[in-house]
């Protein structure tokens, strides 16, 4: 049902190094969103550079600004073939990672630089009991 996800980095070097390098993402689209649509959508006055990225099932658009990200409780979900081969590299790229263990499954949870927050769930049958 959800076509695309709009986040927010403010450097855009993250597009290559978490996006693409980490969780695998293609580039599929870029343009910038002119400082009158954006008022009237978002409410800022500031253009502002988007990536649209994507895989076969699903499309994150990245909105690069300066604004400073909040804390709250937003996360993604998202579902990966090895869920323990993407904490590895998420690792292996400084990326922060939350790993509860469990008694049926791990919670794991992975940040970019910016704070934007991915649950990681293996799809189904593939299920580990440790991370």
């Known amino acids: 049902m ?3 996800v709009g986040l927010t980095i403010t450097d855009p070097a993250e597009i290559k190094n978490f996006y693409q390098d980490v969780l695998g993402l293609n580039l599929k689209k870029e343009f910038t969103l002119s400082k009158e649509l954006n008022q009237q959508i978002f409410g800022f006055y500031e253009e502002v550079p988007v990536t649209i990225l994507s895989n076969e099932e699903s499309e994150i658009e990245i909105f690069v600004t300066h604004i400073p ?10 579902e990966v073939d090895d869920r323990k081969a993407l904490v590895k590299k998420a690792k292996a790229h400084k990326y922060p990672c939350i790993v509860i263990e ?7 949870f992975i940040q970019d630089s910016f704070g934007n927050c991915f ?6 049958g593939h299920k580990l009991h440790s991370i």
């Open 102 to 108: 469990r008694k049926f499954e791990p919670l794991v």
């Open 119 to 124: 649950e990681i769930k293996d799809k189904k």
């Open 2 to 4: 959800i076509k695309h």
């Open 69 to 78: 990200a909040r804390n709250n409780y937003s996360h993604l979900c998202i």
